[in-house]
């Protein structure tokens, strides 16, 4: 039987087929997230209000986190490439979909089909990233493949910002459609065959938090601090809009800054993880409500409010890789599980915070919705602090590699 470190596939194909998965990361992300840059234009085109246009984020959300531990138990005995390729189809049927649609909810019907693809991407992507590799460079796979979060806030989402600006909203979800395409060919072609590994049936994917400490106290600090994130997240464009008379170039060149710190954040941590995982998670959360606090603060001027969102960027990439290692260590064996099980409480608080975001937004400004984030990111501080070390054990740092 072939090890890990025993790996059947050639170095470079190895690291392109991890490529191949950043790019398909990249495309969900800026899919899931494109609503964040558009808010205004969407609700103008479509004659809604801010709060119901958020619903493009809580739907997708809703079906990516509540579908995705049956369908990946449904498909635990398909070849992994051969899922990936087929979500990515979807993907690109969904965004063609949602920039042709004639009515809103239409639009809302093909982001909640597409949010069912994203969970399933989530629960299978970054594990198909970590066994492509050498179990020595596994972590350094997962930085890799998570850096497309980064890459879609740097790049993606800013694009998309930029496009919907010059030609309509529209128009940028059908350019990602044809993006959505080409990433699916890339998996068919580049990814060599991945059989399914630890996938278990639903009931047991259900049963991993009861039986598994670790696992469950990861979860609910997960869950408080992505509500915290998205429900501020989601509205930021109408907050610096009112705040600090933000032009739609500026709101751009924001997300951009954020991404930035994204990136910068993602390379920290995935160097801090190896040392002290704990502790990186803690100065992530921490960071996320301390960059809120300073937006309340600073973020009345235009250069203030670039600061913060440089350090909410960075907080939040390195939180996100934290998650995702902390995940892996209280469940090394049903990682996939583990992973759907990590989605469904993701992805629904992407949902709920958009949510709940809105109706704060709609009812008490989007002022109110920058607290809201405050108070949840906090609280996941508080939750890890008061939780003991052992339920968040580092993993072992990479080994160099050997040569011959």
């Known amino acids: 039987m072939i090890t890990r470190d025993e790996h059947p596939h050639s170095t470079a194909r190895s690291w392109l087929g991890v490529a191949v998965i950043t790019a398909s990361l990249f495309t969900f992300v800026t899919t899931e997230l494109m609503p964040v840059g558009l808010l205004t234009p969407v609700g103008d085109s479509l004659g809604i209000s801010v709060g119901a246009a958020g619903l493009m984020v809580t739907l997708y959300g809703v079906s990516a986190g509540l579908g995705v531990p049956f369908i990946v138990a449904w498909t635990r005995r398909v070849n992994r490439r051969v899922l990936l390729s087929g979500l990515l189809a979807i ?4 965004n063609l979909i949602t920039g042709v649609s004639p009515n809103y909810p239409l639009v809302l019907t093909a982001r909640l089909v597409m949010g069912f693809a994203n969970g399933v991407f989530w629960a299978i992507g970054v594990s198909m990233a970590m066994r492509l590799v050498p179990e020595r460079h596994s972590s350094r796979a997962a930085a890799i493949a998570l850096s497309g979060i980064s890459i879609a806030t740097v790049a993606g989402m800013p694009l998309g910002t930029y496009l919907g600006n010059l030609t309509s909203w529209r128009t940028t979800f059908v350019i990602w459609s044809g993006l959505s395409a080409l990433v699916c060919l890339a998996v068919a072609a580049l990814i060599p065959s991945l059989p399914s590994q630890n996938a278990v049936s639903a009931r047991e994917v259900f049963k991993l938090p009861l039986v598994n400490v670790r696992l469950r106290v990861v979860m609910i600090t997960v869950v408080l601090y992505v509500l915290g994130h998205f429900g501020a997240y989601t509205f930021v464009r109408p907050w ?8 739609p170039a500026y709101v751009a060149l924001s997300l951009i800054v954020y991404g930035l710190g994204g990136a910068i954040g993602n390379f920290i941590a995935s160097h801090t993880v190896t040392k002290n995982l704990r502790g990186s998670f803690i100065a992530a959360c921490a960071g996320l409500a ?11 001027t235009q250069a203030g409010s670039i600061v913060c969102l440089a350090v909410w960027g960075a907080s939040f990439g390195a939180a996100n890789l934290c998650q995702i290692t902390i995940t892996l260590a209280a469940a090394p064996d049903t990682f996939e599980a583990a992973m759907s099980i990590n989605t469904l409480g993701y992805n629904t608080s992407i949902a709920l915070g958009a949510l709940f975001g809105g109706l704060v937004a ?3 400004g989007v002022g109110a919705v920058i607290w809201f984030g405050i108070a949840l990111t906090a609280a996941s501080v508080l939750v890890t602090l008061g939780t003991r070390r052992k339920t968040s054990s ?6 160099p590699a050997t040569s011959g």
């Open 362 to 364: 709609d009812s008490l």
């Open 91 to 94: 993907l690109a049927l969904g």
């Open 290 to 300: 301390g960059s809120l606090l300073l937006l309340l603060t600073l973020g009345h």
């Open 394 to 399: 580092p993993i072992p740092e990479e080994e």
């Open 240 to 247: 610096l809009e009112k705040n600090s008379s933000a032009t």
